[in-house]
């Protein structure tokens, strides 16, 4: 069929608007002027605290720019822009499919029913609506080795981004509560980076805020492919860093947050100093492995039932780094939530300690000390938080 002029935005609008509820995307392609910034542009609903709304995804080069409209600001957009700069659209709903071909100022609608009839979701579907939808255009994510070339997620590393999502979920929150305007983030023990380029990406990229975040780690090899990843997509203020977080030497600014997603035994501890040293408002930190306590470890009083076999050995251990850690970290002035941060099916290792900084406090780490000393361990953390107070 063959439209022109103001039937033509019309006959788009018509359909947008008829399959408002069940569309999947959209397509603008064939820029009619080259000197429009994005030579594609896709557009898909997604689901905000219950609100459907649309997110173009525009392409430009290898860098992709976001923006977020309700449906009514994204009809005026297809009428005043996307109808205007480019020549082909393709409006994909459930069960259909309708191609528009512009040429000359006119166009050609061509409609056809298609096998995916799967509803998309609404905004009262109680399925858990995750921040990061696979199927989300991040080719940062595709180089990670977390997305496939066609954004979806990588089996192997399914419960890696389930873990990611919840955490970039549990820091947002945190950061919306602060109402801060921007953020410094630092990630230790980041590895292969999957945690650190979320988090830039969700704040950075896809809410548009001011964010700085750095990651650490021994591995050269690992931080030199994630300071190209983050260059090739323009992630300007995401860095890497070859650093030993058991030095004090990592970054001169003033930092809001730090991070950690298993970080190996003691370099879980280190980051903790790094924020208490440095007053660092908010640590959201997920530990590993935790060998020190396990090594040290011998029977010393009311806990001696546990050290007997070396799994519930290893387990308590485990525990008591973690307690003795929270204990550390409320004795120098934070507000600690130990959370489940994510279902055990999706990691062992799910345990997190949320940190919020609420006063300046002199800490009394005597009863944790003497505690420790009946077992006949030393700890990382409050030996390292000691010297510290001893110092000043
Ligand atoms: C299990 S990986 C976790 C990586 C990443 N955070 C994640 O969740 O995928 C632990 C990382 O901590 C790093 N690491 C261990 N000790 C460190 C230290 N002292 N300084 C910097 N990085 C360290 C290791 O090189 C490794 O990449």
């Not at 941060?341 to 290792?349: G, I, Q």
């Given at each position: 069929m063959l439209f022109a002029g103001d039937t033509m935005i019309q006959t788009i609008l018509d359909d947008l608007r008829q399959h408002k509820d069940t569309l999947r995307k959209l397509v603008f392609s064939d820029r009619s002027d080259k000197s429009f910034p994005y030579e594609k542009i896709c557009v898909r609903p997604f689901q905000k605290n219950g609100e459907t709304l649309f997110q173009l995804e525009q392409f430009k080069g290898p860098q992709v720019f976001h923006q977020n409209l309700s449906f009514d600001e994204l009809c005026t957009w297809v009428e005043t822009t996307g109808e205007k700069q480019y020549r082909q659209l393709l409006l994909s709903a459930a069960g259909t499919d309708v191609q528009y071909t512009i040429r000359a100022g006119r166009v050609r609608r061509k409609a056809r029913a298609t096998a995916n009839a799967a509803a998309v979701p609404k905004a009262h579907n109680r399925e858990k609506q995750y921040l990061l939808r696979e199927g989300e255009n991040i080719p940062a994510l595709v180089d990670l080795g977390v997305f496939t070339k066609d954004f979806k997620i990588v089996k192997a590393k399914y419960d890696k981004y389930k873990q990611i999502n919840r955490f970039v979920e549990l820091i947002d929150d945190a950061f919306r509560a602060s109402g801060r305007k921007k953020i410094t983030i630092l990630d230790f023990g980041c590895g292969k980076s999957y945690l650190t380029f979320i988090v830039y990406y969700y704040f950075a990229?896809?809410?548009g805020i001011k964010a700085t975040v750095l990651g650490f780690d021994l591995k050269a090899d690992v931080v030199e492919n994630c300071n190209a990843v983050a260059a090739r997509y323009g992630y300007g203020d995401l860095h890497f860093y070859v650093n030993d977080?058991?030095?004090?030497?990592?970054?001169d600014g003033k930092v809001d947050m730090v991070i950690t997603l298993h970080a190996c035994d003691t370099a879980t501890d280190y980051a903790l100093l790094h924020a208490i040293r440095h007053k660092v408002p908010y640590i959201f930190s997920v530990p590993c492995c935790q060998h020190e306590i396990n090594a040290q470890i011998r029977p010393g009083g009311d806990f001696d039932l546990l050290l007997g076999d070396g799994l519930l050995k290893e387990r308590f251990s485990a525990l008591l780094t973690d307690a003795v850690r929270a204990e550390v970290l409320r004795q120098c002035g934070y507000r600690v939530d130990v959370l489940?941060?994510?279902?055990?099916?999706?990691?062992?290792?799910?345990l997190m300690l949320r940190c919020f900084l609420q006063q300046n406090k002199t800490p009394d780490l005597s009863a944790v000390r003497n505690l420790l000393a009946r077992y006949g361990v030393r700890q990382t953390l409050v030996e390292a938080v000691c010297a510290v107070d001893s110092q000043q």
């Open positions: 990229v896809l809410r977080v058991t030095t004090d030497k990592l970054f489940e941060f994510v279902d055990l099916a999706h990691s062992p290792k799910n």
